[in-house]
């Protein structure tokens, strides 16, 4: 087998360009005869599918980072419940981690089950107007792993954008896997026509996890899809007796200020890391009815209303 490329990702035509397949980026990649195929070049007719489906859904939130371990999926819980905690605003997430679904234990609701009905799958609710819809729900145990290759993936996240019965939402939040792979090429697309209102990157401090946040920014641009802002997770630690806070992920090179500085985009702001957070999303409880007068829960708020204001401007 050849060789794939180093600049292969950089330069990939796409698979809708009259290249695709041809360029020397394309030589070796494993999907090259896939993109020759005028199938693979032919719209996806299910595209309308799913705009029609989210035309009731008022803003469509992506939940990315690069970086695995940053508290991604500990984060878009925490702004979901944020969001649900007016009762008036109805909102929804929608875990594609396809082989890691930690929302369902995180949500407390890991051994529900999603039932069909006419209307579609309904989605597993939460709280009356919190509803989550995960593969975790799929699979016969929360032990059992999902050995599964891209396009049957794919398959399934187009399933859950055209299939579900989201009804009218005020929020849908999008959590994804770290890296720019297949799940985010793929929710990129669904849901460029159906209209999204842009990218969340969190992020901790260190360069390491600022690296691979950076590479998700570039997909951003390459793709089109608006930055709302970053999140600095894990910012700091506050001792809960002294009140000092010390760094456990110095910030080395600036941090995600500078990150959001050198991108001309918001940082939507920075949360301590708080130990109780990871005991909550272990026990499926929400941590800002925990711990409402924690740093970290009053970081969290003010980010949430950053959101609000980006989703609502005019």
Not at 36 to 46: G, I, M
Not at 67 to 82: I, N
Not at 247 to 257: S, V
Request: hydrophobic fraction near 40%; proline fraction near 7%; include cysteine.
């Amino acid at each position: 087998m050849a060789d794939i490329p180093e600049n292969a990702a950089e330069n990939c035509p796409g698979t809708q360009s009259g290249d695709a397949g041809k360029s020397s980026a394309c030589q070796g990649c494993p999907n090259q005869q896939a993109c020759l195929t005028s199938e693979s070049k032919a719209p996806d007719p299910d595209i309308g599918k799913i705009d029609a489906v989210l035309s009731q859904v008022r803003h469509k939130i992506v939940i990315l980072s690069g970086k695995g371990g940053v508290g991604k999926s500990t984060l878009t819980a925490s702004l979901a419940r944020a969001l649900a905690s007016n009762e008036e605003t109805q909102v929804a997430v929608l875990d594609i981690d396809i082989c890691g679904p930690s929302m369902p234990r995180i949500f407390g609701v890991e051994f529900e089950q999603v039932h069909q009905s006419l209307s579609g799958w309904s989605p597993v609710f939460v709280q009356d107007n919190l509803s989550l819809m995960s593969v975790g729900f799929l699979l016969s145990s929360p032990e059992e792993a999902v050995i599964w290759r891209g396009p049957r993936k794919n398959g399934l996240i187009k399933q859950f954008l055209c299939d579900v019965d989201w009804g009218q939402l005020d929020y849908l939040l999008i959590d994804t896997p770290p890296g720019t792979s297949d799940e985010h090429l793929s929710v990129a697309q669904y849901l460029k026509l159906a209209g999204v209102d842009g990218a969340i990157l969190v992020t901790t401090p260190q360069e390491v996890a600022l690296q691979d946040v950076r590479k998700e920014a570039n997909f951003c641009a390459r793709l089109g899809l608006p930055i709302i802002g970053i999140i600095e997770n894990m910012s700091g630690f506050i001792c809960p007796n002294c009140k000092e806070q010390s760094q456990i992920f110095p910030p080395t090179t600036g941090g995600a200020g500078k990150m959001a500085e050198v991108l001309n985009v918001p940082l939507l702001g920075k949360i301590a890391l708080d130990p109780s957070i990871g005991r909550s999303c272990d026990d499926g409880l929400s941590f800002l009815s925990e711990r409402p007068e924690s740093p970290a829960a009053a970081a969290l708020l003010s980010i949430v209303e950053n959101v609000k204001l980006f989703c609502n401007r005019p």
